[in-house]
């Protein structure tokens, strides 16, 4: 079983929707990190949350840490072909372990 | 543009034998990790290193090794390949910040491994 649960595992989507991306835990973190990898490629950071219901925007991108710091999610607004890949969130816990979830695949069509 | 880089994008070896998975960053970071990656496993941590010549085991060591001779180079060893062991393997280097949530991890573009 995985410290960190992503939901959903697969989601295809046509160009312009919007979508949420939830990671679940029922462990606190001292942060989490989401990562994008697109196919061939190694993951790739995308944001750090620190603190319990901080919201950080990235352009499109939305990403909230539960006032817990057990969860998190990542809101896409309008997205484009080029979002597309594997989005993984990371939790940081005691000695700075990283704990990954198994990822949320996304497809967007044009 | 900061790097960590795989020697090999794709790798076919045989039932048995010795292979060398070789990672190299160019950040000065203390930190080294191997991780496999498995569909609807998610990484899984096989060793990583905070230091020259310093390796610790990580969530699935067995059936691996690792060597880290020089701060920017580190090593993952499958003594006897097993078919068990394709997979896709990927490098990440970090640095630990002074400020918690500023470590993430540069990775790779990975290996993928095949063993026949």
């Known amino acids: 079983t995985q410290l960190l649960e992503q939901s959903p595992q697969f989601l295809s989507i046509q160009e312009g929707e919007n979508l949420t991306v939830y990671c679940n835990s029922s462990?606190?973190?001292?942060?989490l990190q989401w990562y994008r990898q697109e196919p061939g490629e190694g993951p790739v950071l995308l944001v750090t949350v620190v603190t319990g219901g901080e919201v950080k925007k990235l352009k499109r991108l939305t990403f909230q840490f539960g006032d817990a710091r057990k969860d998190s999610s990542l809101h896409i607004t309008a997205a484009q072909p080029g979002d597309t890949g594997l989005y993984l969130c990371?939790?940081?816990?005691?000695?700075?372990?990283?704990?990954f979830g198994s990822g949320t695949k996304l497809n967007v069509k044009p | 543009d900061v790097k960590v880089t795989q020697s090999s994008r794709y790798l076919v070896k045989r039932t048995g034998e010795k292979v060398f998975l070789e990672c190299v960053q160019d950040m000065d970071h203390e930190n080294m990790f191997w991780y496999r990656q498995d569909p609807g496993l998610g990484l899984r941590l096989i060793y990583f290193s905070y230091d020259v010549k310093m390796k610790e085991k990580g969530d699935i060591p067995e059936g691996y090794s690792v060597s880290r001779e020089k701060k920017e180079r580190f090593s993952l060893i499958l003594e006897s390949a097993s078919t068990n062991q394709t997979s896709m393997y990927l490098c990440?280097?970090?640095?630990?910040?002074?400020?918690?949530?500023?470590?993430?991890?540069?990775f790779g573009s990975g290996t993928r491994l095949t063993v026949v």
């Open positions: 990440a280097s970090s640095s630990i910040g002074s400020n918690r949530g500023d470590y993430g991890y540069t």
């Open positions: 462990s606190v973190f001292s942060s």
């Open positions: 990371a939790g940081i816990g005691n000695f700075n372990k990283f704990y």
